[in-house]
């Protein structure tokens, strides 16, 4: 298994989660790590990356909300999520992007309780 996604459950609404994704040291050294996630029915999107040296992208939809980091020695990318509502029920995919290939995760999912 080349990323080990983890975190996920069941929270109330207003509440938080950390989201962890270990990887292989082969994948994560230098790559570009990031989550996207999924509903059924819909199209996954991208929720958070941080790219190379530590840059961080953030979709509109989870600004101000979530925070995404990596700790180099553990090979492990997180994803804070604070705040959430039920509109961020998914299952949560991480992924590394290295060298023009694209690794997934197996999924982790989040359910928002209203």
């Known amino acids: 298994v080349q990323l080990q996604a983890s975190g996920g459950g069941l929270v109330q609404a207003g509440g938080s989660l950390r989201l962890s994704c270990v990887a292989s040291r082969s994948i994560f050294s230098n790559g570009n790590m990031g989550w996207y996630r999924q509903v059924p029915g819909k199209q996954r999107e991208l929720v958070a990356r941080?790219?190379?040296?530590?840059?961080?992208d953030y979709a509109d939809f989870v600004k101000g909300r979530f925070t995404i980091s990596r700790d180099n020695a553990k090979n492990t990318v997180y994803l804070q999520t604070n705040s959430v509502g039920p509109e961020d029920t998914a299952v949560y995919y991480c992924?590394?992007?290295?060298?023009?290939?694209?690794?997934w995760g197996q999924g982790t999912l989040v359910t928002v309780s209203s």
């Open positions: 941080i790219i190379g040296g530590g840059t961080t």
């Open positions: 992924y590394s992007f290295k060298r023009g290939t694209q690794y």
